[in-house]
């Protein structure tokens, strides 16, 4: 019962409850908060003992700090109690406005119980308010952030976060707490749990910082990784825009790459990728796809040559929702082409003439034909190619014709001069400043061959080959003449002086050959002394013509090591048509020429 000196009881109380609530500002962290929270229940309140159980992320409580009692707190600090024995002991509990007590007549029930505890054995209250010790008050502290308890509000503590619980125990004066001393410490409880939520506020403010203080770090570490690596990759490297309208333009690029086209950093930022590919690649590096794709093709130089290269893209975003770049790594593949296309030039070129073999032969002939008979063939189709050969200048085999050997045709007749690489970048499949490859595939194109097989396409994109009609009279049609040559007296030559006499024989012929077609013409060897010439836009006359001319060029001595050898040709003249197979134009050919020698067989070669 609280006597007539209670004003001054409360003022005394109120400048206590000022002084603590004001020191749980100047904690510096959580745990100090809790301890300054424990040490005001005691120094400001008039307790000689006091707890405070916080609620940990799993729901349950355990003793973060302890006042009034060194043995006390060295028994349960750091213990914890489960949510459920503590949502026991707040319900049965008597309420004391926001406070929770339980008188020792009723606590006995939680002796069990696994909430931590500490307590002294005392003698019975000798009247109705004096303390007993095994009596229990709690000042439950809640979040903030509904607002607490007021007349005509919600409950206490409903719908508010509980963050821990005060429990304090011996009031020095070994009461009861009246009304007064009951609001001051629901008054602490409060500012308590407003000084917590700050320390846990500033506490987690802080993590976040050393957190992104570290993310940032790890970024600028991993920025600078692969600025170095980007930077001194041994292979070329490129950054693009992705979308806009500046999409594929380059926005950075390493020096490896800026070496391997020899154009500087600066200027490289004005081109795509787009802008510097060979023309023929074009569509390869659209069908490219921007998220892993590859493709293998040829970049300008700033010379105006070409290198083959080895593009890997991967697209990268500058952050989670930024923009995204696209990521290419370019790697020289120059060397590897180089030996695939003098593999590819290998097997489909005589080693020893470095004209096209009995494969390529085949293969080029094949392109030409299709199963559909020249019966069935339009004359508008027919007409096929009007080539001319009318005269000297347009490649023609008419009067005057002085046709002369150049190395750099050599790629037409297959001669060894360049085993399918031109390392001057002159004269190549890319025209010139072309890096000088000459891909296995494009033979059709070089020799007048770019059409589809039969059965690949329409006919509508095929011109259809005819033979002319035959006989002493031209009648104009002109077709795809197949000479089948085979050399007289060489075999004598060989039995007589030796292998290395008639191959030096053999590549001196083809050499004669190659010198007397034009560039689009195909001299390839059969095998053996055979050799067949294909020329297309030519006429029964033009044929006849090439051949003698042909057969006129073997004839001269050929000296191989100070000694001058003789051999004779003789030549068949086959058509190729469509309808007819391969085997079929070559059989052709083939029997014309026997027919040719047979009747030249009174005829006296000399050969040596």
């Known amino acids: ?153 919600p409950p206490p503590g409903s719908g508010r976060e509980l963050l821990g619980v005060i429990s304090v125990d011996r009031p020095r004066n070994g009461r009861h707490p009246g009304p007064w001393g009951q609001e001051a410490l629901q008054m602490y409880a409060s500012q308590s749990a407003i000084a917590i939520s700050n320390a846990r506020l500033r506490s987690n403010m802080q993590r976040a910082l050393v957190r992104l203080e570290r993310e940032q770090q790890a970024l600028r570490a991993s920025e600078e990784s692969f600025r170095q690596a980007f930077e001194y990759a041994p292979s070329g490297m490129a950054i693009a825009e992705m979308g806009g309208d500046q999409h594929g333009r380059l926005l950075r690029t390493n020096d490896a790459l800026c070496r391997l086209l ?37 970049l300008g130089r700033r010379d105006g040559t070409y290198v083959w290269v080895s593009l890997r893209n991967s697209v990268v975003a500058d952050a989670a929702d930024g923009p995204r770049f696209l990521l290419t790594h370019v790697e020289d593949i120059e060397e590897r082409k180089r030996h695939e296309l003098q593999l590819a030039h290998r097997a489909s070129h005589d080693a020893l003439t470095g004209l096209p073999n009995s494969a390529e032969l085949r293969s080029r002939l094949s392109a030409r034909l299709c199963e559909r008979p020249a019966a069935h063939v339009s004359a508008d189709q027919a007409a096929g190619y009007g080539g001319g050969y009318e005269s000297g200048r347009d490649g023609g085999y008419g009067t005057g014709y002085e046709p002369g050997y150049d190395q750099g045709h050599a790629d037409q007749s297959g001669h060894p001069a360049h085993a399918g690489y031109d390392s001057t970048g002159a004269g190549g499949a890319g025209g010139p400043g072309h890096s000088g490859y000459e891909s296995p595939y494009e033979h059709e194109h070089e020799h007048g061959f770019g059409f589809e097989p039969a059965g690949v396409g329409p006919y509508d994109h095929h011109v259809h080959m005819v033979a002319p009609s035959g006989g002493d009279i031209d009648d104009g049609t002109k077709g795809l003449a197949v000479l089948f040559c085979d050399l007289d007296g060489f075999k004598s030559i060989n039995d007589r002086f030796g292998h290395h006499t008639g191959d030096a024989v053999l590549i001196e012929v083809a050499r004669r050959l190659t010198t007397g077609v034009r560039d689009g013409d195909t001299v390839a060897r059969l095998g053996g002394d055979e050799f067949v010439v294909l020329a297309d836009g030519l006429g029964s006359a033009d044929a006849a013509d090439l051949a003698v001319r042909l057969r006129n060029a073997i004839i001269p001595p050929i000296r191989v090591d100070g000694r001058a050898v003789r051999v004779g040709a003789s030549f068949g003249i086959g058509w190729a048509e469509c309808g007819m197979t391969v085997e079929e134009v070559l059989n052709s050919a083939d029997q014309r020429m026997y027919v040719e020698k047979r009747s030249r067989a009174k005829v006296h070669r000399r050969a040596g």
């Open 1 to 153: 019962m609280e006597t007539e000196s209670e004003p001054y009881v409360r003022l005394s109380t109120l400048r206590q409850l000022h002084q603590v609530v004001a020191d749980l500002n100047t904690a510096r962290s959580l745990a100090d908060t809790l301890q300054t929270v424990a040490d005001g229940v005691v120094a400001g309140l008039n307790y000689e003992l006091a707890c405070v159980n916080l609620v940990r992320p799993d729901g349950d409580l355990v003793v973060a700090a302890f006042a009034g009692s060194s043995a006390a707190e060295a028994l349960i600090t750091g213990r914890v109690g489960s949510r459920a024995s503590w949502d026991r002991r707040l319900s049965m509990a008597t309420a004391w406005g926001d406070l929770r007590f339980i008188p020792h007549t009723e606590g006995w029930v939680l002796m069990e119980d696994d909430v931590p505890q500490w307590h002294t054995d005392g003698p019975a209250p000798r009247f109705e308010d004096e303390w007993h010790p095994h009596d229990r008050l709690y000042a439950p502290m809640y979040s903030p952030r509904l607002g607490s308890a007021r007349p005509g509000g």
């Open 262 to 298: 020899g154009r500087p950093a600066a200027a490289m930022r004005r081109y795509s990728f787009a802008d510097l590919v060979h023309p023929e690649d074009i569509g390869t590096l659209l069908r490219t796809s921007a998220e892993g794709g590859r493709a293998e093709l040829r």
